[in-house]
């Protein structure tokens, strides 16, 4: 069974600066993928990024990249240069290769970012 | 990119009516498609796989019955609420993904269902 562990239920961070996430996972799966999604309060669920488990590099979008430690089994989130509408909850998730397969997600965490 | 529309995106029904919610793939086929519930303040739990013209495979503890789920084609999957009770308030969001996609899964907007 896949698992997800978020144990950070809320952060803050000060406006522009950067924020790290933390995310861990449990897989008996060699190949398996590991993401990230934004939720505002308006309930949509947003894809920030993708990391698949045999990508060696770490996965970058924008502001958005994705610490990748296989042997620890973590997928942090690192946000830089915060900004107020990066406030929301971030949820990591995982999945079996593409196919037809769901998203299993963990608890998330609510980050506020301050002015 | 890929588009997952939802409706309603909001319903108010009295208890014991049925409630039915449309998800749509608008740009792409989907031959599955994914249903989530989400209470206040937690993640997203899976209720069911959706499978174009096949029986939806539901996760432990979901009642099959009571949540019915419909993949008629290969962009339109619905789940109705039967016989609603306040306990079924949630909110409902469905997903798919997209062949080509890097994999991940593209949501609709959601659906908020309050059972009076």
């Known amino acids: 069974a896949q698992k997800i562990t978020q144990t950070q239920p809320g952060m803050f961070v000060q406006e522009k600066e950067a924020v790290t996430l933390d995310c861990t996972y449990d897989t008996s799966d060699q190949s398996y993928g590991l993401f990230w999604y934004k939720q505002p309060s308006s309930g949509e669920m947003i894809f920030l990024i993708y990391?698949?488990?045999?990508?060696?590099q770490n996965a970058t979008e924008g502001r958005y990249s994705l610490n990748f430690q296989k042997a620890r089994k973590s997928a942090n989130l690192v946000i830089s240069a915060s900004q107020l509408g990066d406030s929301a909850m971030y949820f990591c998730?995982?999945?079996?290769?593409?196919?037809?397969?769901?998203?299993?997600f963990g608890k998330g965490t609510r980050l506020s970012v301050i002015a | 990119g890929a588009v997952v529309s939802q409706h309603p995106s909001w319903v108010i029904c009295k208890s014991g009516t049925s409630v039915k919610i449309e998800c749509r793939s608008l740009d792409f086929q989907a031959t599955t498609m994914f249903w989530y519930r989400q209470f206040p303040k937690q993640s997203l739990m899976l209720m069911a796989t959706s499978n174009e013209g096949s029986k939806a495979t539901y996760e432990q503890g979901v009642e099959k019955d009571k949540f019915l789920i419909n993949h008629a084609s290969l962009t339109l999957s619905t789940l109705t609420v039967t016989s609603a009770h306040p306990e079924d308030s949630s909110f409902y969001i469905c997903?798919?993904?997209?062949?080509?996609?890097?994999?991940?899964?593209?949501f609709g907007e959601g659906s908020r269902l309050t059972v009076l």
């Open positions: 998730a995982m999945r079996r290769p593409p196919g037809n397969t769901p998203l299993v």
């Open positions: 990391q698949g488990s045999y990508d060696e």
């Open positions: 997903s798919a993904s997209r062949q080509g996609s890097a994999g991940e899964l593209f």
